[in-house]
């Protein structure tokens, strides 16, 4: 009995000393209370940096892969995050012309062209973006290419529906490979980990291209992050882009040539005796 009454009292001066050196919640660092918890967000990497397209380019494969940190295990068991992956190729201005028949015959009748877009544009999600997040939220940032902002910078011929000229943009773009959308391109695992494959067709453009990541958390965007990736030509293909645009005039004087050359050659060769 003697030696509980002891323990006891021990205990409780411990007790009373270790409450006397703890400070109150309210005056502990910002860092760890739960008003300033640390907020999910997410980290990613590539499978390269730099695609070289060569003459046997056929088009290439861009991988992305990331994981999501400090995430609501509930949340994320439920299907509460999801990841939205795009690579965006350089921006430049685009020009949709439309033909009209006059005087029984086809000419362009109006054009529209749009401020600077992305020459390629590929997109991957968990799931369909519409279910995502709202068509407001999609729009302001520009997400997708049902929401990329289309303005026309320059008008020209007889006037016409805006609307028209960028739905046909889109569908062009669609049509030709260079703008895609795969709406299950995203695995998400339970462990936060992820993955997107992004295919580049052969005529993506060369220059610095932009991934970006964005994480949605019960369909609101929450954090963000981005990579560059390099696409750049080799070879004969390197060679004849820098002469096209360093030595223009001995660049069409050989273009010349070679047309006079390889018509010579070519009658020659088929000349009936």
Known sequence: MIRSVVFAAIFSVLSGTALAQTPPLAMLPDAVTPSHALRENIEIGASTTEISIASDFRGADFTMFGALNNADQLLLAIGQYDIVVTLEGPNDYSTVRKKSRVAGIWINTSAITFAPLPESYSMASTRSIDTIASSGTLKAMGLGVEHLPLRSAVFSGVPDNVYDFQKAYRRLKLSSGIYRNDTTGVRLERTGLFWATLRLPANVPNGVHT???????????????????????????????????????????????????????????????
């Open 211 to 273: 991934a970006r990541a964005f994480l949605f958390k019960s369909g609101l965007p929450i954090a963000q992050k981005e990579l560059r990736l390099r696409v750049v030509k080799t070879g004969m293909e390197q060679a004849i882009t820098d002469a096209a645009h360093q030595t223009p005039v001995v660049y069409g004087f050989l273009c010349v040539l070679l047309a006079v050359v390889t018509g010579w050659g070519a009658s020659i060769l088929f000349r009936r005796d």
